[in-house]
């Protein structure tokens, strides 16, 4: 059986004296200045641009970031637009300023609405005499209903009073 540790070559320490470092060198050669300062002059100029190297191998595919609109602040006409990014580069969050735009010019009329299938709060009135209503509950805020929901209610309202009157229909 071989011996396993006789291919091994032991370490071997020489012990003498210490030597002079490259900066002591170059001081004793006639450099004046600090170590650092001898450090920073053995820097040459920036060398030209190397050649492309290749094109690494495609990476894993990331996780698309979650985007979320923060704050949207209305900003006086005279101040500048902004947008500002905070969040994570996973979870992005946006927050804008935007600038009111300067009051406008008045427009045009514009064209009539046809309201030939609306009936009037007057209109309204003149069908229901009968009934004490509010008139309000069957309008609109613009003063107009459809006729076709009108004369539902009419239909309605009719087939009650002929119940109220003993005439079932």
């Known amino acids: 059986m071989e011996n396993e ?16 470092s490259a900066y002591e060198i170059a001081v ?22 190397g050649p492309q190297g290749e094109i690494g191998p495609q990476g894993i595919p990331g996780t698309p970031p979650q985007l979320r609109i923060g704050r949207v602040d209305t900003l006086n006409p005279q101040q500048n637009a902004y947008v500002n990014i905070t969040g994570t ?7 804008f300023g935007i600038p009111k735009g300067e009051k406008g010019d008045e427009g045009e009329p514009g064209p009539s609405p046809d309201l030939s299938n609306y ?7 003149n069908l229901i005499p009968e009934v ?8 609109n805020d613009s003063d107009y209903t459809t006729k076709s929901y009108v004369d539902g209610l009419i239909g309605d309202i009719n087939d ?5 009157n003993g005439e079932v229909i």
């Open 160 to 164: 009650y009073l002929d119940l109220i």
């Open 119 to 125: 009936y009037t709060k007057g209109e309204v009135d």
């Open 89 to 95: 580069p996973s979870n992005v969050i946006l927050s």
């Open 132 to 139: 004490p209503t509010n008139i309000s509950y069957f309008t």
């Open 5 to 20: 540790n006789e291919n091994q070559v032991g370490e071997l320490y020489v012990v003498g004296t210490r030597g002079y």
């Open 28 to 49: 004793q050669e006639g450099f004046e200045g600090t170590e650092e300062e001898w450090l920073e002059s053995l820097v040459g100029p920036q060398g030209p641009q």
